[in-house]
């Protein structure tokens, strides 16, 4: 029930003392009379909200904390802020500086199903774990009985916590209904005393009765008994009938099952505090396992002697099975300590976020097991022997990671599916890390090539990472990204807005920011995602392909339908992308690569711009080919016909077909004697084509025939207009492929940059 204010009775401290609660603006505060049956306070607000309470008698305070703030002018009010909190919070009531009792109030979550969610969640977790615990590989080989006297409050509630997702379950539940109603049931054999006169067929324990058995009566004289000697029969025997019976040993295990957990839940409820919600949630499932126990089903149960654990029934009909499932979990949830689960429900809190997070590990673990090979020991090792028992390996802000292999025809690749894992921001370049400061997504999937190690692959930027965060709050997409922008909005004043709100302190798109700094900060990240328990999902390519990309994906708590399905898909989208070793990727890979390990050059001096037809004018990869011309009329030629001749074969003076003399861009004539140049051509053909010395003679060349028919190599050139070179001479002999003497007109090549550094 909502309303806007309430009342909470605090008799047990003092007689009409209440602390009223007020929801600040629209915030609701509810009252629940059947909240205990969830182990809740019946006393409820919203997380996120504000909420000003006052006591009655300003003679009691509450204890200040992070989430209470008392009134700087009275103590005896204030103002309660959950925050992300959720779950029961006890507040301690003081009078003057003693503590003299507490007020439960619940937190609840603004998204409806959390309830659900959480149970759901925590039983998957449970179930992951005892798969895990189940491997062959897996540590245990001993049992133990846990001792709840020596143990922590968060401890024992994180163990109960496992049990109570098994037995609180609707699996269970329906379970136990189903062996109520329709049990396994066996032919019993049972003693009673007949009329002598109703027996039909006599065995030889009846017939022995018709001789000693009393009281008797006498047999009629022409009775073909009393020719043969018999006088008298007994008026009843002693026979067996065959009856129905629930009282199998399939049964017993039942009985025994729920006996087993009901001795579980009340060790840990002797051991805890009364007011605790603890407390009021093993009381919860103890009253709902002596319900079952006291059923006059199991009534007529006897206790097991033996557990036939290999029955068919136990192992095949439906309720049985799922109850022997439970019993063989519970046996191993009872023994399992996780450290982790205190951020979930540390101090009666209940965290369905970080819930979220860590079903997400499972979720996503179970996923990538069907796409990638990831071995048996790598994921045992979630689970390691402590001194508390077994430990599950999972913990906020502690790096959790599982290695596999992909294998495809073309290529193999690496992967690490990491938990929290930290990308360090102090870690320089080419290690992995951040550029600015530490970052530590939720989880990362990372790929390279299997032949080379992590590292290598990192120095060589062969590896691609993969960041995605757990955002159990957003329920749709239009919470972080507005994809229905009305056409008539003026986006100026939407920016505007967002700013006054970001200015109070409201930052609705953090979660896609974070994605933003995840992909430009983490060195060598091919994306970054949010997954939230939503149904849309949103990709965003970088460029032309998949990644370098941001998005979104939906992954729901639900048994049926979580959600993976397209998430999958994308990674599988991932892999075809990786098998495409002429992707944009590789290529920019290599260009980062290839850049960071190179020093810069330096130019100052001006040319032409890099826009329009110019676009790809990288001076370090323009090139200039240097070459001679032998005299004046010669050059003339070579302006009037546009055209440059190199030597071919292996004659003095002919020309290295390598690379950077096929892309060269430009063209420097000089001649004998020369120290510098200007001359400054553009090259304008495609490449070099092949002519005859007579072709070339057809079009003018001057020089007489040598006698010997040669092949030259020909461009195609023109006069360089761009004013950013006019009247500049360029010392030519400084460049570092040029050759003196005989050799000195041997065509060779330099970059733009290079040449702009001879600037005489």
Request: overall charge neutral; proline content about 4%.
């Amino acid at each position: 029930m909502s309303i806007n204010n309430l009342n909470i009775p605090l008799d047990h401290i003092k007689e009409g003392l209440c602390l009223k609660l007020v929801g600040k603006g629209t915030n609701p505060v509810f009252y629940y009379p059947d909240a205990k049956e969830n182990g809740e306070a019946s006393y409820q607000i919203m997380e996120g909200s504000f909420y000003y309470y006052q006591f009655s008698d300003s003679e009691f305070h509450l204890e200040p904390s992070e989430i209470v703030e008392p009134s700087p002018f009275s103590a005896s009010e204030g103002r309660i802020s959950p925050n992300i909190y959720t779950g029961t919070l006890e507040l301690g009531i003081l009078n003057s500086e003693n503590e003299i009792g507490k007020v439960a109030i619940e937190v609840q979550s603004i998204k409806t199903s959390y309830r659900e969610d959480y149970r759901f969640m925590l039983e998957a977790i449970t179930e992951k774990c005892t798969d895990l615990i189940m491997q062959a590989t897996s540590p245990v080989s001993h049992n133990f009985e846990v001792d709840f006297s020596k143990e922590k409050q968060g401890t024992i509630y994180q163990r109960f916590a496992f049990i109570k997702s098994i037995i609180n379950s609707d699996e269970f539940k329906e379970s136990v209904h189903r062996v109520i109603t329709s049990p396994s049931t066996a032919w019993k054999e049972e003693l009673e005393n007949t009329d002598t006169r109703k027996i039909r067929r006599f065995r030889s324990s009846e017939i022995r009765q018709l001789i000693n058995r009393s009281p008797r009566s006498k047999v009629p004289n022409n009775h073909p008994l009393s020719r043969n000697g018999l006088n008298s029969l007994p008026t009843r025997i002693e026979t067996t009938r065959k009856i129905d019976t629930v009282d199998t040993p399939e049964n017993r295990f039942i009985k025994h099952a729920l006996q087993t957990y009901l001795k579980f839940c009340s060790s840990i409820g002797s051991n805890i505090k009364e007011e605790t919600r603890l407390y009021r949630e093993v009381k919860s499932i103890i009253d709902s396992l002596e319900n079952n126990l006291n059923h006059s089903f199991f009534q007529e149960i006897s206790q097991p002697q033996t557990l036939k654990l290999n029955s068919p029934v136990l192992q095949r009909k439906e309720g049985y099975r799922e109850i022997l499932k439970s019993w063989l979990m519970f046996d191993l949830a009872a023994k399992l300590v996780w450290n982790g689960g205190e951020d979930v429900y540390k101090a009666n809190k209940r965290d369905v976020a970080t819930l979220y997070e860590y079903w997400l590990f499972f979720t996503l673990l179970e996923m990538l097991g069907e796409i990638f090979e990831i071995s048996s020991k790598a994921t045992s090792e979630l689970i390691q022997k402590t001194q508390d028992g077994l430990g599950l390996q999972l913990k906020q802000g502690k790096h959790t990671a599982l290695q596999g292999v992909y294998r495809a025809g073309s290529r193999d690749l690496n992967i690490k599916f990491s938990f929290n894992r930290t990308f360090n921001g102090r870690k320089k370049y080419p290690q992995s890390g951040s550029w600015t400061k530490s970052m530590r997504p939720d989880y990362t999937l990372s790929i390279w090539p299997e032949k080379i190690s992590e590292s290598q692959a990192e120095k060589e930027e062969l590896i691609v990472h993969l960041h995605f965060d757990a955002k159990y709050k957003i329920e749709k997409l239009i919470e972080i990204i507005d994809q229905q922008k009305s056409k008539n909005e003026d986006e100026g004043e939407s920016l505007n807005f967002e700013k006054k709100e970001e200015s109070k302190g409201k930052y609705k798109n953090a979660d896609l920011l974070k994605m933003h700094a995840y992909k430009d900060a983490i060195r060598r990240t091919g994306g970054a995602y949010i997954l939230y328990p939503g149904e849309e999902k949103l990709t965003e390519k970088g460029f032309h392909e998949l990644i370098p990309g941001l998005g979104a994906f939906p992954v729901r708590p639900n048994k049926t339908d979580n959600g993976t399905v397209d998430l999958k898909a994308f990674i599988m989208d991932v892999l075809d992308h990786f098998l495409n070793r002429a992707s944009h990727r590789e290529n920019m890979a290599f260009r980062t690569f290839d850049i960071h390990n190179k020093k810069p050059n330096k130019l100052t001096d001006s040319i032409p711009e890099a826009y329009g037809e110019n676009r790809d004018l990288i001076p370090d990869e323009t090139f200039v080919l240097v070459g001679g011309f032998k005299s004046l009329p010669h050059l003339e030629w070579i302006e009037k016909t546009g055209l440059y001749n190199f030597r071919m074969e292996s004659d003095r003076g002919s020309i290295t077909l390598d690379k950077e003399t096929v892309s060269a861009r430009y063209l420097l004539l000089h001649t004998f004697n020369n120290k510098e140049s200007n001359k400054l051509f553009k090259i304008i053909s495609q490449g070099p084509k092949v002519f005859s010395e007579n072709k070339l003679r057809e079009r003018g060349y001057p020089f007489k025939n040598t006698g010997k028919e040669k092949n030259y190599l020909v461009i195609e050139v023109a006069k360089a207009e761009e004013t950013e070179f006019k009247n500049l001479k360029w010392e030519f002999r400084k460049l570092k492929n040029y050759k003196a003497g005989r050799e000195s007109f041997k065509p060779f090549t330099a970059s733009l940059t290079e040449l702009m550094s001879t600037l005489s």
